[in-house]
């Protein structure tokens, strides 16, 4: 298919599902009370296959070109005002032998994930927030681990879920259809083509730290990012207690973490049901058999369901 008729193609998909493909949940909140809409469980159907329409109207090239720029600026902004933690910093050391651990489990999920130069930082700050940008550049703000206290598996259980958002290209499908939009607004020339837009500063930068992913994103990510954080020998059952701590802390904070990571009832519910394929991930990588671990912050004793 030639470019314009694809972009075409792609205007058409949102004048006619423009109600469906561009929710409320793709832009920012008119106010704090749009930061409480209800988490809604995705459908049992994880998209695991191929990238969609709108993924492509960003190459992945230069998404994270622009991606590893921002991670540049975020670092000197962060030496500048002497606030990024230095190699030698314990939580540096952790969170980097975490993601060590999990990256060799990540790289099936993406072929280009095998070529991309994975970084780990640390900002020392008050804020409970991470993410891990297109390209592998992980950012984690030290409020996150200090202010929630998390144990191992909970900062490993985040650790996945946030690589797995970079895995499927979220951010991608996220910033596509916005371009989308635009195709279909005339805001952007009828006769702009990939080419231009894969050399134009899309100014991505704000939009990366402030994403909002939808049910259907966080659902990916929980079942990919446990996947590759049990295959590294972290409890999958921290994934429970690490979305409730922060849950708690960041639900009443305008554009807070939770707000750009959906979550509810239904999600917990999601996350528990998926147990049984994730807990023999883990007793493998430490050497147990299920029946073999132990309890889990209250949760009791992991029983393989009955045949």
């Known amino acids: 298919m030639k470019v314009h008729a694809l972009i075409r193609v792609v205007a058409y998909a949102v ?17 704090p009370a749009a ?12 998209r695991f296959g191929n990238a969609a ?31 990024l933690l230095g ?19 990540a790289l099936k ?20 927030r991470m993410y891990c940008l297109p390209g592998g550049k992980i950012v984690i703000y030290s409020g996150l681990i200090d202010r929630l206290r998390l144990n191992d598996n909970e900062l490993g259980m985040m650790i ?26 005339g805001t952007i020339p009828p006769l702009f083509g990939f080419a231009d837009i894969s050399s134009t500063t899309l100014g991505i930068g704000e939009q990366l730290l402030a994403m909002r992913y939808t049910p259907a994103d966080e659902t ?9 954080a049990s295959r590294a020998g972290y409890d999958p059952r921290a994934a429970v ?29 999601d996350l528990m049901k998926r147990l049984p394929d994730m807990m023999p991930l883990y007793a493998k990588a430490i050497g147990k058999t299920v029946d073999q671990l132990p309890n889990y912050a209250g949760m009791g004793r992991f029983k393989k369901p009955r045949l």
């Open 109 to 128: 999920w993406n072929d280009r994930s095998k070529n991309w130069k994975w970084e780990v930082n640390v900002v020392r700050s008050d804020e409970i």
């Open 160 to 185: 996945g879920h946030e690589i797995a958002h970079a895995l499927r290209e979220h951010a991608r499908d996220r910033l596509g259809r916005q371009q989308a939009a635009q195709l279909s607004t």
């Open 87 to 105: 190699d030698d910093n314990p939580l540096v050391k952790r969170a980097r032998d975490i993601a060590n651990r999990e990256i060799p489990f």
């Open 220 to 228: 990916e990510a929980d079942v990919i990012g446990s996947e590759i």
């Open 15 to 31: 004048t006619l599902h423009a109600g469906l493909t561009f929710a409320a949940s793709d832009a920012a909140p008119a106010s």
């Open 241 to 269: 207690t690490l979305w409730k701590k922060i849950d708690a802390r960041t639900r009443r904070t305008p554009n807070g973490f939770i707000w750009m990571h959906p979550f509810g009832a239904a999600r917990v519910h």
């Open 35 to 46: 930061s409480q809409a209800p988490y809604s469980a995705a459908s049992d159907q994880i």
């Open 53 to 83: 329409l709108f993924r492509n109207l960003i190459p992945s090239a230069t998404l994270e070109q622009q991606s590893a720029d921002e991670y540049a600026q975020i670092l000197r902004e962060a030496r500048r005002t002497k606030h």
